[in-house]
Nanobody, 115 residues
Framework: QVHVVESGGGLVQAGGSLRLSCAASGSIFRINAMTWYRQAPGKQRELVAA???????NYADSVKGRFTISRDNAKNTVHLQMNSLKPEDTAVYYC?????????WGQGTQVTVSS
């Protein structure tokens, strides 16, 4: 069994920063991709940023240059540094972890950006 837990969400003013963290625990041999998604009210869940076990990254166009994803393979953690936040970044942010062919989701953490 694998457990995924996000932390670091909160309320911040536009232009501010937040750092999200995600930790995976349990029966883990090797984590492949670690990905952050977000879902705003009334909208579909969308990919924000992803990172492979080798460190290759991919970002949504809307966050390029503002968000940075990083991971610590030894600790099975992934982080999302979010700078220059905008009200449109308001959403529940979810961590997704791929181990072999199975995907595991966390419960999500709320990020609210006030204008």
């Amino acid at each position: 069994q694998v457990h995924v837990v996000e932390s670091g969400g909160g309320l911040v003013q536009a232009g501010g920063s937040l750092r999200l963290s995600c930790a995976a625990s349990g029966s883990i041999f090797r984590i492949n991709a670690m990905t952050w998604y977000r879902q705003a009210p009334g909208k579909q869940r969308e990919l924000v940023a992803a990172i492979t076990s080798g460190g290759s990254t991919n970002y949504a166009d809307s966050v390029k240059g503002r968000f940075t994803i990083s991971r610590d393979n030894a600790k099975n953690t992934v982080h999302l540094q979010m700078n220059s936040l905008k009200p449109e970044d308001t959403a529940v942010y979810y961590c997704n972890v791929r181990i072999a062919t199975t995907y595991y989701w966390g419960q999500g953490t709320q990020v609210t950006v006030s204008s």
